[in-house]
């Protein structure tokens, strides 16, 4: 049975009600060219299965069971299809979550205890940690005299992306067609973007400015104007996701809010 998006956000809405993520959300990150929905209404999982450089890698999107239907292996029983599934296709690992640039976690909740102890136990291997910052939608800065901070239109930000940032060029594009970047200008130059709402409503990501361009102000400008949008659309935290420089956020007010383990299980040696 397949499932469309509205059926496996009442599924995830069911068992992880805090997540609140809605079937526009989970169509974005679990329903593209390279993904596959296995199960049915009562639990499932996503599965993208993608080609990067010679080497084929899958990703385990989602893994959900509702709660009336927890505690019978229905879990371990999803988590061996998501296996099988990335084989049959020629994954060599299959990686928990951050399968950029459209996923719904960076990795798996630190505090999703049964599901660390799922993974775990099927033989899957942590080699990192990634974690999620929250800040006040009130949050506000002043560009410098010379840079203007306005909601992006053109083709500036993924330009810019593209010369500097080139793995950000898909969430700075759709961010764009969405209404939810803003870009920084000094005589026409796009200096730095900042996005929100690309993968999952109230998430901020992705954000830079260029290193050329650093320590002046733009990057805090662009955040601020990132949290009056959220603070507009009645958000009143941003999640900063798949945080790199914790301290610039910090600066800013932003505290860890979320860390997440990042695993992998080897299918095949390469």
Not at 129 to 150: H, K, L, Q, T, Y
Not at 238 to 246: F, K, L, Q, R, S
Request: hydrophobic residues 45%.
């Amino acid at each position: 049975m397949t499932l469309d998006a509205a059926e496996l956000a009442a599924l995830v809405g069911a068992a992880l009600p805090e997540e609140g993520l809605t079937a526009a959300d989970l169509e974005t990150c679990c329903f593209g060219p390279d993904t596959e929905i296995l199960g049915e209404p009562t639990a499932a999982a996503a599965v993208a299965v993608k080609r990067v450089g010679d080497t084929t890698v899958a990703w385990l999107l989602l893994l959900t069971v509702r709660p009336d239907h927890q505690r019978h292996r229905r879990a371990r029983v999803l988590l061996d299809a998501a296996v099988n599934h990335a084989r049959e296709r020629g994954a060599v690992e299959l990686h928990l979550g951050n399968a950029f640039p459209r996923y719904v976690w960076p990795g798996v909740d630190f505090r999703f205890t049964a599901a660390l102890a799922l993974f775990e136990a099927a033989g899957f291997e942590p080699y990192g940690a990634e974690c999620n910052m929250a800040i006040a939608s009130g949050f506000r800065a002043d560009p410098p005299s010379d840079v203007v901070v306005e909601r992006e239109t053109g083709a500036g930000a993924v330009e810019l992306a593209g010369r500097k940032y080139p793995h950000w060029v898909d969430e700075t594009a759709r961010a764009v067609e969405g209404g939810t970047c803003f870009a920084a200008r000094a005589d026409g130059e796009t200096l730095g973007f900042a996005c929100h709402s690309v993968n999952r409503a109230g998430w901020i990501g992705p954000m830079a400015t260029d290193p050329e361009r650093q320590h002046r102000g733009v990057g805090r400008a662009l955040l601020g104007a990132v949290c009056a949008d959220l603070e507009t659309r009645g958000h009143a935290e941003g999640d900063i996701a798949w945080v790199g420089p914790v301290g610039f956020y910090a600066k800013c007010g932003a505290r860890v809010s979320r860390v997440f383990r990042t695993a992998k299980l080897t299918l095949s040696r390469r």
